[in-house]
């Protein structure tokens, strides 16, 4: 009888998802410079590129006639329209990681698109799609857009309104709901946790992950 061989680990998709201010990118800087190994996947998008930003690295900035053309191809999943900008993410380079010899774990701030990123590699890597949805509460949120100084009072009260409606839409719709409260707990500990019972529960191990090390 022939032995039958498994079929190798794909490594793991974590999907960050939240409002303006939520402070989602600080949650994964911080992550990814705990774990260097983790592979941190762009989005693509038509908006500006902001002092400091990096292409590439940060975002793909892309014209709209770009942005439509990779839309019409297929490799962009999870499009979507915020603030003007177009958002999407190339499930190619996703794929292109997850593909590798070496178990990666693949990182990505997706935006509104997170569910939808999750039902395209559910296929790929099953329950090794995690969806962290980082949040605040209304009045941490409009405290963070008022310290940042670079909206009108009208801008400032769309983000508001955008908020809460990203907020109620992705009820539901994420395995976790992470807060950057002030008096929350520190959420880059509270990931780490949940990823080691991820460990336990599927029975593999995630790249770099120490959960000893809590020292920062």
Known sequence: MRKKHKKPERGLVL?????SAAGKDHVVRY?????P????VPRYTTRPLKPGERNGVDYHFVAPAEFA???????????HHFDGNWYGVDVREIDRHLGA???RTVVGIFGRCSPAVREEFGKRVGKRAVLFFITASPAVLA?????RGELTEGQFH??????????SEAQGKFDYVVSTDPDARPPPLFIEAVLHS????LGIKVAGLDFNNNDD
Do not use: M
Request: charged share 45%.
């Open 198 to 201: 991820l460990e336990i529960k």
């Open 143 to 147: 405290e963070r857009l008022r310290e």
């Open 31 to 35: 992550l990814l410079r705990r774990h």
């Open 69 to 79: 053309r990779l839309k019409k191809t297929g490799r962009l999943k999870g499009v």
């Open 15 to 19: 999907c960050f998802d939240g409002p």
């Open 37 to 40: 190994e983790w592979v941190f």
């Open 158 to 167: 769309t983000r508001l309104g955008n908020a809460a409606r990203h907020i």
């Open 101 to 103: 010899k070496k178990r």
